[in-house]
């Protein structure tokens, strides 16, 4: 079992920046790809980025390249989302992920993937 508590969220003018984190319970997460994901009013939750076990690779979606940055500290079970230069459109609720298939696993959007999930944090971009 893995849990996942995600915190950082908040309301932020555009162009400024917040830092989410996802802590995660259990001696699986060094081993565990993570992904975050987005869900924003009235639209389906879609993927923002995800990072494999070491750290060494790293996927974004499109809209968020450039602008945000997915690490880990796995000392901490800790994997964050930094993000930069944001917009509203980047208004949702963010939620972590974890992917337990194993450190071979690539970093991945396909959510059916990621077997345990946080409850999400609400980030507001105002204009």
């Known amino acids: 079992q893995v849990q996942l508590v995600e915190s950082g969220g908040g309301l932020v003018q555009a162009g400024g920046s917040l830092r989410l984190s996802c802590a995660a319970s259990?001696?699986?997460?060094?081993?565990?790809?993570m992904g975050w994901f987005r869900q924003a009013p009235g639209k389906e939750r879609a993927f923002v980025a995800a990072?494999?076990?070491?750290?060494?690779?790293?996927f974004y979606t499109d809209s968020v390249r450039g602008r945000f940055t997915i690490f880990r500290d796995n000392a901490k079970n800790t994997v964050y989302l930094q993000m930069n230069s944001l917009k509203p459109e980047d208004t949702a609720v963010y939620y972590c992920?974890?992917?337990?298939?194993?450190?071979?696993?690539?970093?991945?959007?396909?959510?059916?993937?990621?077997?345990?999930w946080g409850q999400g944090t609400q980030v507001t971009v105002s204009s």
């Open positions: 992920a974890a992917d337990l298939s194993g450190p071979r696993s690539i970093p991945s959007s396909d959510q059916s993937r990621y077997a345990y």
């Open positions: 259990g001696r699986t997460f060094s081993r565990s790809t």
């Open positions: 990072i494999n076990w070491s750290g060494g690779s790293t």
